[in-house]
């Protein structure tokens, strides 16, 4: 595995996201799955590390 792994990131709503250089500033993240969702596509996880930046 990768030892300078990196976690791109344009959710510029997130708190943990670096606008400037598009990249989260944790230095890990918890991937979730979406209930319900069986699209077998990217779009059945999200990352449940996502916090609001106005919170």
Known sequence: M???QK???T???C???NTEHAKCILN????????????KTPDES???SYENENE
């Open 11 to 13: 959710v510029s709503s």
């Open 28 to 39: 890990a993240i918890q991937v979730s799955p979406m209930e319900g969702c069986n699209t």
């Open 15 to 17: 708190k943990y996201n």
């Open 2 to 4: 990768e030892k300078n």
């Open 46 to 48: 999200m990352c449940a």
């Open 7 to 9: 976690i791109n990131c």
